[in-house]
C-alpha cells in the first residue's frame, strides 16, 4: 500500500471544494458590484451629461469583462466537481437543488448572455438608451445568479418544503415558495449582496486612493474614490444591521454553528460572555488564554444581557463543527467590518473639513483597505460553510455519506491538476487586472468619441465633445 492509498478521499473532495470554490466566490462578489457600480456610472453619465462618468465607465468596463470572464469559467469546475466527487449527494439533493440551479441558466444566464456583448461593445455602436439598459439587464442576471445560488445555499443550510423518498432522496413536498424562501435565504442573500457591494466599493476606493497618491487634481480619480467612500460610510452599518439579523436566525436554526463561532463550549444560564481572542479547545470544551467581555454574547445573540445560552457540550460531539477555523474566520469578518466602518466614518470627517481628497493618510488607509472586502467574503464564507460540517444538508445529510465512491489517489491527481492550472490561469487574470488598475483614469472630462445618439446605424453618430460638458470638477 502506497501513501497515495492511505489518503482520505472525502477530506481531499473537501479541500479541492474548498479551493476552486474559494477563487470562484471572489469574482461573482466583485462582478456583481461592478455591474451595479457601472449601470450608475451610465445613469449619472445620460442625466448630467458630464463626461467624468462616461470616461470612468469605459474605465471600469475592462475590469469588469476580465472578473466576469474568471467567473464564468471558475463556476464551471464547481458543476464538473458535484459529478465526479460529490454524485452521492447531487443524487440525493438533485430533485430540490437540480430545478433551482436550471433556473438560474433560464433567468440569469440567458439574461446575461443576451446583453453582455451590448454592454462590452456597443457604446460606440448603439444608442445610449439602448446600451443603459443593456447595461442594467447585465447588473439584474448578476443579481438574479446571486438570488438562485443563495436559494440553493440556505436549502442545504436550512432545509424545508422536502420529503424523503423510497431511494433516500430529497423530493419537493407542496409548495416551492418554501423551498426556494428557505427560513435562512432572505437573511443570507442580503447580507451576501451587500458584502458584494462593499468588496467592490472598497475596490474601487483603493484604486481611486491609488491614484490620488500620485495626482489629487485627477477628476477620474476623485469622483470614484468619493463615490466609494460614500457606500463605505453608508452600506458598512447597513451591513452590520443585517450580519446582526443573520445571526439571530443562524441561532435559530443552526445553534452548534453559532456556538462554535461564539468559542462557547460550556453552557451560560446566567448570560454568556463574548470571547475577543483566545485558542478554542475541542479536548478540554474551553478557549484557553481567552479574553473576554462579561454577558456581551448575549447581548450580541440575545439582545439581553443576562440571557441563556446552552454550550457545545449540550450537543452530540459528532455534531460539532472544526471550532478553531469557525471561531477565527468570524472573528477576521467582524474585525473587517469594524475596520471598513472606521474608514467610512474617517471619511466623512475629511469631506465634512473638505479635506476628503487631500489627506494623504486616509488616501493610504484607503490603499490598504482595497482587498478588505475579498478576504471578509472569504472568511464569512468559510464561517458558513465550516459551520455545517458536518454535514452537506444541515442534520439531514453527513458530508461522510455524500461523496462518490472515488479513490483518494484519483481525488488527489485531480486536485493537484487544479493548483497548476489555477497558479497560471487565474494568476494571468489577477496579474492583468492589477495592470489594468495600474493605468491612471481619465483627467478630463471629455467624452468617449464616437458615441452615438440613436442605434440602427439610421444617422451618423453625434458626439458629445461639447465644449460646455469639458471643464473643472466642482467640488465633490
Known amino acids: 500500500m502506497t501513501l497515495l492509498d492511505q489518503l482520505d478521499p472525502v477530506l481531499l473532495a473537501r479541500a479541492q471544494f474548498a479551493f476552486t470554490v474559494s477563487f470562484h466566490f471572489i469574482f461573482p462578489a466583485f462582478s456583481i458590484g461592478l455591474a451595479s457600480y457601472l449601470m450608475v456610472l451610465e445613469a449619472l453619465w445620460l442625466k448630467t451629461g458630464r463626461g467624468v462618468y462616461a470616461n470612468l465607465y469605459r474605465y471600469w468596463l475592462k475590469i469588469f469583462a476580465v472578473v466576469f470572464g474568471m467567473g464564468v469559467v471558475s463556476g464551471v469546475v464547481l458543476s464538473y466537481q458535484f459529478g465526479t466527487n460529490w454524485s452521492v449527494f447531487s443524487t440525493k439533493?438533485?430533485?430540490?437543488?437540480?430545478?433551482?440551479?436550471?433556473?438560474?441558466?433560464?433567468?440569469?444566464?440567458?439574461?446575461?448572455?443576451?446583453?453582455?456583448?451590448?454592454?462590452?461593445?456597443?457604446?460606440?455602436?448603439?444608442?445610449?438608451?439602448l446600451h443603459f439598459f443593456a447595461t442594467c439587464m447585465v447588473a439584474l442576471g448578476t443579481f438574479i445568479s446571486a438570488f438562485w445560488i443563495l436559494s440553493v445555499n440556505s436549502w442545504m443550510q436550512t432545509p424545508a418544503g422536502y420529503a424523503i423518498n423510497?431511494?433516500?432522496?430529497?423530493?419537493?413536498a407542496g409548495s416551492w415558495w418554501d423551498i426556494i424562501f428557505n427560513p435562512s435565504f432572505p437573511f443570507r442573500l442580503v447580507h451576501t449582496v451587500t458584502a458584494a457591494y462593499?468588496?467592490?466599493?472598497?475596490?474601487?476606493?483603493?484604486?481611486?486612493?491609488?491614484?490620488?497618491?500620485?495626482?489629487?487634481?485627477?477628476?477620474?480619480?476623485?469622483?470614484?474614490?468619493?463615490?466609494?467612500?460614500?457606500?463605505?460610510?453608508?452600506?458598512?452599518?447597513?451591513?452590520?444591521?443585517?450580519?446582526?439579523?443573520?445571526?439571530?436566525?443562524?441561532?435559530?436554526?443552526?445553534?452548534?454553528k453559532v456556538l462554535a463561532m461564539e468559542g462557547d463550549y460550556q453552557p451560560s444560564p446566567n448570560g454568556a460572555h463574548l470571547a475577543l481572542f483566545g485558542i478554542p479547545d475541542d479536548d478540554e470544551a474551553r478557549v484557553r488564554y481567552e479574553v473576554a467581555?462579561?454577558?456581551?454574547?448575549?447581548?450580541?445573540?440575545?439582545?439581553?444581557?443576562?440571557?441563556?445560552?446552552?454550550?457545545?457540550?449540550?450537543?452530540?460531539?459528532?455534531?460539532?463543527?472544526?471550532?478553531k477555523i469557525v471561531f477565527w474566520s468570524f472573528r477576521i469578518m467582524v474585525a473587517l467590518g469594524l475596520a471598513m466602518?472606521?474608514?467610512?466614518?474617517?471619511?466623512?470627517?475629511?469631506?465634512?473639513?473638505?479635506?476628503?481628497?487631500?489627506?494623504?493618510?486616509?488616501?493610504?488607509?484607503?490603499?490598504?483597505?482595497?482587498?478588505?472586502g475579498?478576504?471578509?467574503?472569504?472568511?464569512?464564507?468559510?464561517?458558513?460553510?465550516?459551520?455545517?460540517?458536518?454535514?452537506t444538508v444541515y442534520g439531514l445529510l453527513r458530508t461522510v455519506e455524500s461523496n462518490s465512491p472515488i479513490?483518494?489517489?484519483?481525488?488527489?491527481?485531480?486536485?493537484i491538476?487544479?493548483?497548476?492550472?489555477?497558479?497560471?490561469?487565474?494568476?494571468?487574470?489577477?496579474?492583468?487586472?492589477?495592470?489594468?488598475?495600474?493605468?491612471?483614469?481619465?483627467?478630463?472630462?471629455?467624452?468617449?468619441?464616437?458615441?452615438?445618439?440613436?442605434?440602427?446605424g439610421i444617422m451618423p453618430g453625434q458626439t458629445l465633445n461639447a465644449p460646455s460638458l469639458r471643464g473643472g470638477e466642482p467640488h465633490e
Do not use: C
Open 198 to 256: 462593499l468588496t467592490t466599493a472598497f475596490a474601487v476606493g483603493g484604486v481611486g486612493a491609488w491614484h490620488l497618491l500620485k495626482d489629487s487634481n485627477n477628476i477620474g480619480a476623485r469622483k470614484m474614490f468619493s463615490m466609494a467612500m460614500w457606500m463605505a460610510a453608508i452600506v458598512t452599518p447597513i451591513q452590520i444591521v443585517a450580519g446582526d439579523a443573520h445571526g439571530l436566525n443562524t441561532l435559530e436554526h443552526q445553534p452548534i
Open 407 to 415: 479513490d483518494g489517489p484519483a481525488v488527489a491527481a485531480s486536485l
Open 341 to 372: 466602518l472606521g474608514l467610512g466614518l474617517w471619511s466623512l470627517i475629511a469631506r465634512r473639513r473638505r479635506r476628503l481628497f487631500d489627506s494623504r493618510w486616509l488616501h493610504r488607509a484607503a490603499v490598504v483597505m482595497g482587498p478588505s
Open 93 to 129: 439533493a438533485g430533485p430540490v437543488i437540480g430545478p433551482l440551479m436550471g433556473y438560474e441558466v433560464i433567468t440569469a444566464f440567458f439574461l446575461e448572455a443576451g446583453f453582455l456583448g451590448v454592454m462590452l461593445f456597443g457604446i460606440s455602436k448603439v444608442g445610449r438608451r
Open 293 to 323: 467581555i462579561p454577558h456581551l454574547g448575549s447581548l450580541v445573540l440575545k439582545h439581553d444581557p443576562y440571557a441563556p445560552l446552552p454550550g457545545l457540550v449540550d450537543f452530540p460531539r459528532d455534531q460539532w463543527p472544526p471550532v
Open 166 to 172: 423510497d431511494s433516500g432522496q430529497f423530493i419537493p
Open 374 to 391: 475579498f478576504v471578509a467574503v472569504l472568511a464569512g464564507w468559510v464561517t458558513t460553510e465550516v459551520g455545517r460540517q458536518p454535514f
Open 417 to 456: 491538476a487544479f493548483v497548476i492550472v489555477y497558479f497560471f490561469a487565474f494568476g494571468a487574470g489577477v496579474y492583468y487586472l492589477f495592470h489594468l488598475m495600474a493605468v491612471p483614469p481619465h483627467r478630463g472630462e471629455t467624452e468617449p468619441d464616437n458615441v452615438p445618439t440613436r442605434a440602427a
